[in-house]
């Protein structure tokens, strides 16, 4: 790589970082406000809380990655135009073509970083984080691969999964006496929870220990009165913005399969595709919406109106998708169409300068 084009690699990617850790530092602390309240609640302390909001880092960085790329090369560049750089890097031989080179190089590298935080690091994160907290406060319940597990007075239960219409899957419970020896098991295919608390479920063997014998029972339907609250089984319920592109595939085949809404789901997989493209759009972005040079305009109010824009990008998809959910628009139009019309004003503004 060429000195120039590795100079202004450079600078851009240094102003993207600092922009998101003061990004970052804003939202942990907008974290630490709403999380305080919850100091006490159980065993949330606040070495807990502050585990919790350091684990929330990697998916922050995800979502903000475009907005910080964004407000990096303004800041890079507006630096640049000051120092009259972008005047001298132009008439040394760097024709636009050039300069669009250099800045889907730096996009790409930070397309790149998006991708693996998206896919690898914040699903992870983010699902140890909310086991972390749930446990905390309730610490009569524990997550992990197997489902929730829940102590409930002389039982143990284990709900393998919940599905968005709140019905419970993979269900087992074991039950023992005071001195703690299984006396009875059970499990059932499903069940759904009444609002008074009450399971009904459905394909039930139970397996009762008397002496040395085990009497075994069938059931296609039947009640069960649990003193677990409803919003215990929340945890279950893996919000979609907080899956990785790979699980959301699986996750949509197996709702397809029960018979369940993929909308959402879909949504969210459409925008994870093209969410590191997005980064790309915004590296362009600001070379369009910044002057070439101190004399073309005012620096201050350029950099104010591309951070406002950034901002209006960062909201723009979840409002996508929400009139998507609404109106019935298709999901790859609602995930796509915020980065599409980003791209194209990026190309008019650029086509824009060129022939001024």
Same mark, same amino acid.
């Given at each position: ?14 102003? /993207? =970082?600092? *922009?998101?850790?003061? +990004?970052? @530092? ?5 974290? $630490?406000?709403?999380?305080?309240? &919850? ?33 990096? /090369? =303004?800041? *890079?560049?507006?630096? +640049?135009? @000051? ?5 001298? $890097?132009?008439?040394?031989?760097? &024709? ?261």
């Amino acid at each position: 790589m060429k000195t120039i084009p590795r100079y202004l690699i450079r600078q851009l990617s240094v102003m /993207s =970082l600092y *922009a998101m850790f003061a +990004l970052l @530092a804003l939202y942990s602390f907008f974290d $630490i406000v709403a999380e305080a309240g &919850s100091i006490g609640e159980g065993g949330y302390t606040a070495g807990k809380m502050a585990q919790y909001i350091l684990l929330q880092i990697p998916d922050h960085a995800y979502q903000l990655m475009p907005l910080a790329v964004l407000i990096g /090369s =303004l800041l *890079a560049l507006s630096r +640049l135009a @000051a120092n009259s750089e972008l005047t001298v $890097i132009k008439t040394s031989g760097m &024709s636009t073509a050039n300069l669009l080179a250099v800045f889907l190089a730096f996009g790409l590298i930070f397309a790149t970083a998006t991708a693996l935080l998206g896919e690898l690091a914040a699903p992870a994160a983010n699902r140890y984080a909310e086991n972390l907290k749930t446990t905390a406060k309730n610490g009569k319940i524990s997550t992990g691969a197997e489902g929730l597990w829940i102590k409930e007075q002389n039982s143990i239960v284990n709900v393998r999964e919940m599905l968005p219409d709140q019905t419970l899957r993979g269900i087992k419970a074991f039950r023992h006496n005071d001195a703690f020896q299984l006396i009875e098991s059970w499990q059932a295919d499903a069940a759904t929870v009444a609002p008074d608390g009450t399971w009904r479920l459905e394909n039930v063997r139970r397996s009762i220990l008397g002496g040395e014998r085990v009497r075994t029972e069938r059931h296609a339907h039947e009640n069960w009165q649990a003193g677990i609250r409803s919003g215990l089984l929340d945890v279950l319920l893996v919000s979609p913005d907080q899956m990785s592109l790979a699980a959301l595939t699986a996750y949509i085949a197996h709702l397809e399969e029960n018979r369940q809404k993929t909308d959402l789901y879909r949504i969210e997989w459409w925008r994870k595709l093209m969410y590191p493209a997005a980064t790309v759009v915004m590296a362009f972005v600001a070379f369009a919406f910044t002057p070439q040079s101190a004399r073309h305009g005012n620096m201050g109010l350029k950099l104010f109106g591309g951070i406002c824009l950034g901002l209006a990008f960062h909201f723009s998809g979840r409002l996508f998708g929400f009139t998507s959910r609404l109106y019935g628009i298709p999901p790859f139009l609602a995930a796509v169409l915020p980065t599409l019309l980003f791209a194209a004003w990026a190309v008019w503004l650029i086509r824009r300068h060129e022939v001024r």
